[in-house]
């Protein structure tokens, strides 16, 4: 609990979090004024903005991490681009080939971690990690894009980051840059991460996974599996789409918030138990290999549940803002 209760009191915490307030207006705006449509893909490319303007000390606070460099900067930007090309590319051929337009930004991100000292084998964790996980949350943000639960999924998964890395100066910073972006999901949903948005906050997170997770290899892979349901949604949709049509039977109102904030608090529900188990479980051991053995449960329970999510396409009866 000694993490939580002093999280308030930090410096980075609370620079994160002005600017994090400031990404939010950004985004609220362009959703009232309909810029990039009704809820615009946007939110992701802004919080990974927000984010690196929290590590270096761009703006009103002060800098969370030491030799965060323009390389990194780099690297987000690769993968924010890569992620927007891979929308124009055919569905079917989206998950094969999109992973390869974000390769160059995870090579450029995990050379940047190194310079920070990060083991060899981590770097590459990322390189190979990285592409298809930032591909899959991307994919999550677009089908459940009626909810918009990537904001909130995310200000969940960075929380997930703090509680499991040993250093937390870096992950101090984005949280408080998250946190706010809650308010993108509930009440209604007023934006997504987008395509390459999401693949940007992915990177940054994983990025900063790397640094401030020298010195416990676990730490690092249960950070990582902190993306949850950004992954393993997609996954679960695929290879257990009969539990999608199951799910469909479920009795939910389809007119008025209830229904929205319904949908939101499963999502959000599943998403923190596998968040948790990779944070408090999985990454708490030293092992590199055991935290990946016991990462595995959350993985497969992961997987099989997320299918259960209702309907990511409602049609409401009336006017809604959900």
């Known amino acids: 609990m000694g993490k939580i209760t002093d999280l308030l009191h930090t410096r980075q915490f609370q620079a994160g979090l002005v600017?994090?307030?400031?990404?939010?207006?950004?985004v609220l705006a362009c959703s009232t004024v309909r810029v990039f449509g009704r809820r615009p893909p946007i939110a992701g490319a802004v919080f990974a903005f927000a984010g690196f303007a929290a590590l270096t000390g761009t703006g009103p606070g002060r800098r969370a991490l030491a030799g965060v460099g323009f390389?990194?900067?780099?690297?987000?930007?690769?993968l924010l681009g890569g992620g927007a090309a891979s929308r124009a590319l055919p569905p079917m051929l989206r998950m094969l080939i999109g992973p390869l337009l974000l390769a160059p930004g995870s090579v450029v991100l995990a050379l940047a971690a190194r310079n920070h000292g990060v083991p060899w084998w981590e770097a590459l964790?990322?390189?190979?990690?990285?592409?298809?996980?930032?591909?899959?949350?991307?994919?999550?943000?677009?089908?459940?894009?009626?909810?918009?639960?990537?904001p909130?999924?995310?200000?969940?998964?960075?929380?997930?980051?703090?509680?499991?890395?040993?250093?937390?100066e870096g992950a101090r910073a984005?949280?408080?840059?998250?946190l706010p972006f809650v308010l993108l999901t509930v009440p209604w949903a007023r934006a997504?991460?987008?395509?390459g948005g999401a693949a940007a906050a992915i990177g940054l997170i994983g990025y900063d996974v790397l640094i401030e997770g020298?010195?416990?290899?676990?730490?690092?892979?249960?950070?990582?599996?902190?993306?949850?349901?950004?992954?393993?949604e997609p996954i679960g949709r695929r290879v257990a789409g009969g539990m999608r049509e199951r799910a469909r039977e479920l009795s939910f109102r389809r007119d008025g918030t209830w229904t929205h904030l319904g949908c939101v608090v499963i999502a959000a529900s599943l998403h923190l138990i596998v968040v948790l188990w990779a944070s408090r479980v999985a990454g708490r051991v030293h092992s590199a290999s055991l935290a990946l053995l016991l990462?595995?449960?959350a993985i497969v329970a992961g997987i099989i549940a997320s299918p259960l999510l209702p309907d990511p396409n409602p049609r409401p009866r009336g006017p809604t803002n959900s």
């Open 214 to 232: 020298v010195g416990r290899p676990g730490s690092v892979i249960g950070a990582l599996g902190c993306v949850g349901l950004f992954v393993y």
């Open 71 to 78: 390389a990194a900067l780099i690297g987000v930007l690769l």
């Open 19 to 26: 600017d994090g307030i400031l990404a939010l207006a950004v």
């Open 295 to 297: 990462l595995l449960p």
């Open 192 to 195: 997504t991460l987008g395509m």
């Open 125 to 150: 964790l990322l390189i190979v990690v990285l592409p298809p996980s930032a591909m899959l949350a991307g994919d999550f943000d677009r089908w459940h894009s009626a909810r918009a639960y990537g």
């Open 152 to 168: 909130l999924l995310l200000a969940i998964t960075v929380g997930g980051v703090y509680l499991v890395v040993p250093d937390t």
């Open 174 to 178: 984005l949280l408080g840059v998250a």
